[in-house]
């Protein structure tokens, strides 16, 4: 079974950095892409930033130049450092992993961002 734990949220002022992690139940070999969605009240989920196995990266449009994805084969864990973070970054923040073409959620740690 596939378990994604996210941790490495919290509040934090505009322009400040955040690393999210997110820490799988064994290997992420396993996995073709890892990546990152965000969710507000009232809005879809988008996503953020995703990483395949083989390091391409895709960023979403707001967040390119400020946030940087990566994998750590080593620890199982995916990154998202977020740096230069506006109030528009506020959000909870899932972790997503798929492999086999089925995808796996975490339950979602909460970034805020203001002053």
């Known amino acids: 079974q596939v378990q994604l734990v996210e941790s490495g949220g919290g509040l934090v002022q505009p322009g400040g950095s955040l690393r999210l992690s997110c820490a799988a139940s064994?290997?992420?070999?396993?996995?073709?892409?890892m990546g990152w969605y965000r969710q507000t009240p009232g809005k879809e989920r988008e996503l953020v930033a995703m990483?395949?196995?083989?390091?391409?990266?895709t960023y979403a449009d707001s967040v390119k130049g400020r946030f940087t994805i990566s994998r750590d084969y080593a620890n199982d864990t995916v990154y998202l450092q977020m740096n230069s973070l506006k109030p528009e970054d506020t959000a909870v923040y899932y972790c997503?992993?798929?492999?086999?073409?089925?995808?796996?959620w975490g339950k979602g740690t909460l970034v805020t961002v203001s002053s």
């Open positions: 997503y992993a798929t492999t086999g073409g089925v995808p796996y």
């Open positions: 990483i395949t196995r083989g390091a391409t990266t």
């Open positions: 064994g290997s992420i070999f396993r996995f073709n892409d």
